[in-house]
Structures are given as structure tokens and as C-alpha cells.
């Protein structure tokens, strides 16, 4: 019986906490003495430790500030891709996949990436305070996502889907930067240009 995608995530990255230290992660010891994996609704997700994730450094943690395994990654000079579990990673990205039937009968998978909105999360998803992509405050970036998000974007879709996706958001902006709103191209509702 092959392994699940959620068993072979939780072994790749149990792999990695295994090489965190005291120095690098703040709750290393409650990790270790009570696991950093807990069930809710019947599905596992990392702990909750003093209302954050297990892996967060409070401000004052002199291993430094925010994920630990986001540390780890760049001390191990590898991509946090590889030692955080898939759902930490991909934010604010969103993979989700469509079945479309046409009217002959046939059906084709559509893979579909976009911007992971509190709605996606479930009913729940409105009650995270932490939860801000739909803000102005977090349309600070100096790059696009296309750029910005990359690699991330890479391992949701692939190389040749990723350099069709460049061409097509590279073409977007020129569009944008020459105000053809004509064409029913509006920049993000948060994006405060």
C-alpha cells in the first residue's frame, strides 16, 4: 500500500526536526517530551504551543525570531521547501484542482494556483487573527509572487507550467503599467498602488 502524501510530509520533515537544537528552537524541549504533531478533527497538524505553532520563536529567542525550521533551513543552506510540512511552505499560495466535464463526456483535471484566502480555510478560516493576505498591509513586496515565490511555485506546478506562468504574468503587467483596464485587468483589491 503506497505511503499518503500527509505520512510521506510528516516523515520528510520529522527528519529535519530531528537535526533542530535548543539553540534553534525555542520549544525544543516540549517538542521532544510531548511530539510536535497533534489531532484535530481527525487530521494531524503541528502543535500548539502558548497560541502559536510549535515551531515559532517568540521575538525575544535569542536562536532568532519566527520558524524554527525556516532557520534550520538556512543554516542547513537548504530551502525551507524541504524542512517545513507542505502547508507552512506554500502559503499564501493555494493548489486546488477542478474536474471539468464538457458536454461530450469527457473530463479533464485542472490544476489551479491561486491566493489562499481565509474562505479556503473553512468555516473556521474567518476566525484567524494571524491570517492577513487579503490586507493592503501585506502587498509590500518589491517582486511580484511570480518572482518572489518561485521555488515554491516551481513544486506546485512544475518548470514548463512555472515559465508558462512567467510569460503570462510578465505580459499581465505590461498590460497594467500601460492602464489597459479596458481589457478588464484590475491590480489586487489589497495591492495599495
Same mark, same amino acid.
Request: hydrophobic fraction near 40%.
Given at each position: 500500500m503506497p505511503t499518503s502524501p500527509e505520512k510521506k510530509d510528516r516523515k520528510?520533515?520529522?527528519?529535519?526536526v530531528a537535526k533542530l537544537t535548543p539553540d534553534q528552537w525555542q520549544r525544543y524541549e516540549a517538542g521532544h517530551k510531548k511530539g510536535?504533531?497533534?489531532?484535530?478533527?481527525?487530521a494531524e497538524k503541528t502543535r500548539v504551543v502558548k497560541g502559536a505553532c510549535i515551531f515559532h520563536n517568540d521575538e525575544e529567542f535569542p536562536g532568532g525570531y519566527g520558524?524554527?525550521?525556516?532557520?534550520l533551513a538556512t543554516a542547513e543552506g537548504v530551502s525551507f521547501i524541504e524542512t517545513k510540512p507542505e502547508v507552512c511552505w506554500q502559503l499564501p499560495l493555494r493548489r486546488s484542482y477542478d474536474r471539468r466535464k464538457y458536454e461530450d463526456g469527457t473530463e479533464q483535471l485542472v490544476v489551479v494556483l491561486g491566493e489562499y484566502q481565509r474562505r479556503d480555510w473553512g468555516a473556521g478560516g474567518h476566525d484567524?487573527?494571524?491570517y492577513c493576505t487579503a490586507n493592503t498591509e501585506?502587498?509590500?513586496?518589491?517582486?511580484?509572487?511570480f518572482v518572489s515565490n518561485r521555488d515554491e511555485i516551481v513544486e506546485l506546478i512544475g518548470q514548463p507550467a512555472?515559465?508558462? #506562468?512567467?510569460?503570462?504574468? &510578465?505580459?499581465?503587467?505590461? #498590460?497594467?503599467?500601460?492602464? &489597459?483596464?479596458?481589457?478588464?485587468l484590475t491590480p489586487h483589491p489589497a495591492d495599495p498602488r
Open positions: 520528510r520533515v520529522a527528519k529535519w510536535w504533531i497533534e489531532e484535530e478533527d481527525g520558524c524554527a525550521l525556516h532557520h484567524f487573527p494571524w501585506a502587498h509590500i513586496g518589491s517582486e511580484p509572487v512555472y515559465d508558462e #506562468l512567467a510569460r503570462l504574468c &510578465r505580459a499581465r503587467e505590461l #498590460l497594467l503599467q500601460q492602464k &489597459r483596464f479596458d481589457l478588464g
